[in-house]
């Protein structure tokens, strides 16, 4: 299954991101593991981060098929292929540069860049991008998803990121978000593994009651 495929089915199942941003490489794996356990699959380690081609590497190898591990703040081709390296296959960019846009695509990896007007979107659509990351959120309303919802492709998922509580996702949805990219509302540095699946559960238990509403 290609790494686009794979992110097709696990955002299926459950459409969030848990951005890592401060993890450590010595305690990723158990991160990762309660991320997966409560049912979050989709795991991007931001660059920016300690060591992060380690940590991606270690996590990479212990999820294997059952998650989806990639890097955020990704800003050239070089990182691109670094992450590919260690064996990561999603590439978040906090912005629409169509060099890391298509050297993500080229490598077969799964390439959600950063955009915040219609502009930048569709400029991120013709570079290739298989999914388009909303952010910051607290400058996009509901109101704003929606507006923008009625102009984007719906074969691209829309992902809005930032200040994002479990209480927030049911408007956004209705507006026409397709999922979520968690931050410092799931992890932060000095959280343990057991901080980290109360949190995850949280924003499952809540996307589940969005779902039957």
Request: glycine share 10%.
């Amino acid at each position: 299954m290609t790494s686009p495929e794979t992110f097709t089915r696990l955002f299926a199942a459950c459409p969030l991101v848990a951005i890592l941003r401060g993890v450590q490489p010595d305690e990723i794996e158990s991160i990762g593991a309660a991320l997966v356990e409560a049912g979050i699959r989709i795991i991007e380690v931001p660059l920016n981060s300690p060591t992060p081609f380690d940590s991606i590497a270690r996590l990479a190898k212990a999820c294997g098929e059952e998650a989806l591990v990639g890097a955020g703040t990704v800003l050239d081709r070089a990182d691109v292929m670094r992450v590919a390296d260690a064996g990561g296959r999603l590439i978040v960019s906090p912005g629409t540069d169509p060099e890391v846009i298509t050297a993500a695509c080229a490598a077969g990896l799964v390439s959600a860049p950063g955009y915040f007007t219609p502009s930048e979107a569709f400029t991120a659509i013709r570079a290739g991008a298989h999914a388009l990351k909303l952010f910051p959120a607290e400058a996009a309303s509901p109101a704003v998803v929606k507006a923008q919802r009625a102009v984007l492709p719906r074969d691209k998922p829309l992902i809005v990121v930032g200040g994002i509580t479990p209480d927030k996702m049911a408007a956004y949805r209705a507006a026409g978000a397709d999922g979520f990219g968690l931050g410092g509302a799931i992890y932060a540095p000095g959280m343990t593994a057991g901080d980290v699946a109360e949190r995850a559960r949280a924003f499952v238990t809540a996307l589940g009651q969005d779902a039957a509403a």
